[in-house]
């Protein structure tokens, strides 16, 4: 006989492994669903090596931690919405460890200045603006307390300058003698007043002649207002008065209810007194020369001045016409209480005329102001020549974010997490999550059906009443209940191993509920294969059943175990994200942990939360689908004409 | 050779077993677990907190050991009333507590619901029975859901076989492709989406169903108007499952008549000459009855248990949504109320099924 060539170790793994894995994906680019599954699977897995290699090392507790991304803008699109004509302000940090200008003194102070350069190049406005100030230094000189002292301004594009705020820095109180203690302080550097004052002296905003007249008391009173509102506007709107020219548009309010009413209420009054001598007739006579002159603001366009002048002048007249009246008991008493009450109207109207804007509407609208941004930062202390080398560097770094109206690649949610950095995150997750149930299924369907078929009888029953009982109980409710308990039962165990322990919690029930349908299947295919002449045989030549199970059945199962493994990936996941769209949550940066959150603060409409993940979600399902459909048709070479 | 009757028999004897053993997994789940036992022990706590706070609030003076004493009483008849100790005042451990419910929910003995999240789907306060909310409940799912199911699979029963027998043509690709990519899309996703689109944006729909429950409830004093109204809040939900689902089903409704289409005898029908008509009568459809007959049936008996996911991204008050609030505030009585209801259904569905085999299959008559 030729000599048996032994087989080295080599080729074995080139004949079990190599040659059919080669096979199989020759056989699965044969087909489009095949060709399209594969690229898409290729794709997630590089993403997911990416993610392992670029993103730091304790992604997960920083994720959930607020603070770690405070400094990005919230509710964010991605910058690119500005290729669809969205107007985008790009965010900056600008950050300076050392003073831009050396420390130099004037008026008995030690003064150091930091000065950062924003440009903004598209009419947007960022979200906004913030001052984080790190170790800024305090010291404690012979038992005085020298605190730095921070001033903020703006030197804007058009020359303006904006006051944003002026503040000691008074943090702490632990500094003991001759000792330099530091601060981490983050300002609120939003000084309404100081911002709508700067504002309105640069650009000298009052109320126009042709509204107030020329009274320049009303003049003043006009500005303070809108001071005022624009108070109100930097409260409410923050950034949209810092990055932008707010522009004023007065318009006059109309006056004609108020002033019909008082008429009307004289008219009735007029109509009232019966003339029975002259005097009376007088009485009469000066209550329609005030009605006509109150009239007689309605006509033409009066200027507040001249509102008020006549108001006034009327308000007299009446006033003296009661005083008459009540003197000799010309008006009943109804009457002069009525006339009393009109007096008391005009004046009430006079005084709210005087001191608020209810003769004109203020409107305040602001348009963003593209260019050169000009950040100073200038820290003082008191001249004290110790201080002077504490002082020179007084903080270790100065910090200036002007978060953008936009972030990254696909923006940000509610904290200002960067939703890019998750989505990436979350592949090799939800990849883990969804080939280790398959696996595993796979094979515990695969076993127990191959047992069952194989060895009948009493097994048999039981595997099958098994595999009945499981099959019938619908899964998600149990999910809910038992990853609801793993994790109040892990909650003491910090984040990392709580979210492990769900994750594994959640995976477990997939796999002790869902090898059923396989296993049933797999039993009937066994049944078929066992009656086989070639089982016979190798029965007959003494095989071990072992033998027989692994050498002969297991083979021809293979092919649809595999095909049944890949169509059972997306069932794990999606699983995965239904729970946590559904509020149970385990804590990883996964895709269902974005739609969850999105969901939880009722969001809808911010597209780029909700969309991108549930993408990634269909394109992995779509990957292992169209696989399977590949694959099912290998198997099943019936169905082979596609 | 057993007749049918025997053959009936021992499949309702298998089924009915199967229920039994589901209906006690799941309780063991509840209660082998300390899940109720947990629940239960807060609201007792919760329960003798708030009464101890009344009675302080209203004035009355009590010294510290009277206090005490109260506390313990209430505690007492608290964990009697939630059956953690039994009339001596023993705890009964889970195990034990788990086969009273086993028992319970075997007579259908389902209690009463008793958190108010729960009943609140009922628009009642709590202790509502768990009958009659789920008779309450129920209705609103079978207007989402099943007519959603019913809609599908009139859809795929008449489509499905005339693609299958054009198969590979161009048709048979596009529902392949949709079948793809639309199984890939998770519903509630899909439901989110769609929420997104058509109800925020372009306002077509609402965006929160739960106003739905009222119309129904009130169904018969103006049964016209409220139709109009049920439809317009069901629109949305049933066009998202029928979109998201309709691949599914013709996708396996055509494979289904496809692994008949090539049997020998259809060629050989084919190859005679006989008309298609008759074919696809006498041929295809007689055999292809019971598998898409089975799975017609047991998609509406699943369909009554709601969608949980789904139910609860529409905000719909419906079954899903009583098992979601039973579920997250522990409410062991509708939990166990839902499962008996929802398993039950199907697992009738399926002894429905068996008889219909035997009348359908000759094969299966014979056996």
Redesign the interface.
């Known amino acids: 006989m030729a000599g048996k060539k032994e087989l080295t170790l080599a080729d074995k793994i080139s004949l079990k492994l190599i040659r059919p894995m080669k096979n199989v994906i020759k056989d699965l680019l044969r087909y489009w669903?095949g060709r399209v599954g594969l690229v898409i699977l290729l794709a997630l897995i590089g993403i997911s090596i990416y993610a392992m290699v670029a993103l730091p090392q304790g992604f997960v507790a920083r994720w959930e931690s607020a603070s770690y991304w405070d400094e990005n803008p919230q509710w964010a699109p991605p910058t690119w919405v500005s290729a669809f004509g969205f107007p985008v302000a790009e965010g900056s940090i600008i950050s300076k460890t050392m003073p831009d200008e050396p420390l130099s003194v004037e008026g008995g102070r030690f003064i150091v200045r930091y000065v950062g350069v924003y440009k903004l190049e598209q009419p947007a406005f960022p979200q906004d603006l913030v001052l984080k100030l790190t170790g800024l230094k305090i010291a404690n000189i012979s038992g005085t307390i020298y605190v730095p002292h921070v001033y903020l301004y703006i030197k804007r594009p058009d020359g303006s300058l904006i006051d944003m705020f002026e503040s000691d820095i008074v943090v702490g109180g632990n500094e003991t003698i001759g000792f330099v203690a530091t601060r981490d302080t983050k300002p609120d550097i939003y000084d309404l007043w100081r911002i709508s004052s700067s504002l309105v002296s640069y650009y000298n905003f009052s109320i126009p002649v042709d509204i107030v007249g020329n009274n320049v008391t009303l003049q003043r009173i006009g500005e303070s207002i809108i001071i005022s509102r624009l108070r109100d506007e930097v409260r409410l709107k923050r950034s949209a008065l810092v990055f932008g020219v707010p522009s004023i548009t007065v318009t006059k309010r109309d006056q004609t209810p108020m002033v019909q009413s008082i008429s009307a209420s004289l008219e009735t009054l007029i109509s009232q007194i019966e003339i029975d001598n002259d005097q009376v007739a007088m009485v009469k006579e000066r209550l329609i020369e005030s009605k006509n002159s109150l009239d007689s603001l309605l006509e033409g366009d009066k200027t507040l001045t001249e509102y008020l002048a006549t108001l006034e002048r009327v308000s007299a007249n009446l006033t003296q016409t009661w005083k008459i009246a009540f003197a000799d008991l010309l008006l009943d008493s109804k009457q002069l209480s009525d006339l009393e009450s009109i007096i008391r109207s005009i004046n009430r109207y006079i005084e709210q005329l005087y001191t608020t804007d209810a003769f004109y509407e203020i409107k305040i609208t602001s348009t963003p102001l593209t260019g050169r941004y000009e950040f100073n930062v200038i820290i003082t202390y008191t001249a004290k020549e110790e201080l002077r080398d504490v002082v020179s560097i007084p903080a270790s770094e100065v910090r200036i974010i002007v978060k953008g109206n936009a972030y990254g690649m696909l923006g940000t949610d509610d904290l200002g997490r960067d939703l890019y950095q998750v989505l990436i995150y979350g592949t090799p997750i939800a990849l883990a999550i969804g080939l280790t149930t398959a696996i595993i299924t796979t094979f515990l369907g695969v076993f127990a059906g191959i047992t069952s078929g194989y060895y009948g009888g009493f097994i048999d029953e039981v595997i099958q009443?098994l595999a009945?009982?499981?099959g019938?109980?619908?899964t998600?409710?149990?999910l809910?209940?038992?990853a609801?308990?793993a994790q109040?039962q892990y909650a003491a165990y910090g984040t990392e191993v709580r979210a492990l322990m769900t994750i594994l919690t959640i995976i477990g029930v997939l796999i002790v509920f869902g090898w059923g349908g396989l296993a049933i299947t797999v039993r009937a295919m066994t049944l078929s294969i066992k009656e086989e002449p070639y089982i016979d045989a190798a029965k007959a030549l003494g095989a071990s059943n072992s033998r027989i199970i692994f050498k002969h059945i297991f083979p021809q199962v293979a092919m649809y175990a595999s095909a049944s493994l890949v169509a059972s990936v997306?069932g794990a996941i999606?699983s995965e994200?239904?729970l946590s769209?559904?509020?149970i949550r385990h804590g990883w940066p996964t895709w269902g942990a974005i739609?969850s959150r999105a969901?939880d603060t009722g969001r809808?409409?911010i597209?780029w939360w909700?969309?991108p993940p549930?993408i990634m979600?269909?394109?992995?399902?779509?990957a292992f689908?169209?696989l399977g459909?590949a694959v099912e048709k290998i198997v099943e070479p019936?169905?082979r004409?596609? | 050779m057993p007749g049918a009757g025997y053959v009936i028999a021992r499949r309702g004897l298998i089924l009915l077993f199967s229920y039994v053993m589901i209906i006690i997994v799941v309780a063991a789940v509840m209660e082998a677990t300390g899940y109720t036992q947990r629940i239960y022990e807060s609201i007792v706590r919760e329960s003798v907190q708030a009464e101890i706070q009344a009675l302080v609030r209203a004035g009355r003076q009590l010294s510290p050991t009277e206090l005490e004493q109260l506390r313990k009483d209430l505690e007492v008849y608290y964990s009697k009333m939630y059956g953690l100790i039994d009339e001596e005042g023993n705890p009964i451990p889970p195990y034990v507590r788990m086969w009273i419910l086993v028992k319970n929910a075997l007579t259908f003995n389902l209690g009463k619901a008793t958190k108010e999240s729960v009943a609140q789907l009922a628009s009642r306060l709590p202790p509502v029975p768990v009958n009659e909310l789920i008779a309450t409940v129920l209705p609103r799912t079978v207007v989402m859901i099943t007519v959603a199911d019913i809609i599908m699979a009139a859809i795929a029963l008449s489509l499905a076989p005339r693609i299958a027998y054009r198969h590979g043509g161009l048709l048979d690709r596009a529902i392949i492709s949709y079948f793809a990519i639309f199984n890939a899309i998770p519903l509630w996703w899909l439901a989110m989406i769609l929420i997104l689109i058509l109800g925020y944006q372009l306002r077509i729909f609402p965006t929160n169903m739960r106003p739905v429950s009222t119309y129904m409830m009130t169904f018969w004093n103006d049964p016209v108007n409220n139709f109009v109204q049920i439809a317009y809040y069901a629109a949305l939900p049933i066009i998202t499952i029928v979109v998201a689902g309709l691949g599914g089903w013709l996708y396996s409704v055509r494979a289904m008549v496809l692994r008949i289409v090539r049997e020998d005898y259809v060629v050989v029908a084919k190859a005679k000459g006989l008309p298609e008509r008759d074919i696809a009568r006498k041929y295809i459809l007689r055999v292809a009855i019971s598998p898409v007959l089975t799975s017609v049936i047991l998609s509406l008996a699943y369909s009554l248990g709601g969608y949980i996911i789904t139910e609860s991204v529409f905000d719909w008050p419906g079954m899903g949504s009583l098992y979601y609030a039973a579920l997250t505030t522990g409410d062991t009585p509708t939990v166990i109320g839902l499962f008996v209801v929802t398993v039950g259904v199907y697992v009738i569905a399926r002894f429905i099924l068996e008889i219909l085999y035997i009348v359908l299959d000759p094969r299966v008559r014979a056996r």
């Open positions: 669903t009443r009945d009982i499981i019938n109980i619908p998600l409710p149990i809910i209940i038992l609801q308990i109040t997306p999606l994200a239904g769209v559904l509020g739609l969901r809808y409409d597209w909700i969309l549930g979600l269909s394109l992995t399902s779509l689908i169209l459909l019936r169905l004409t596609l």
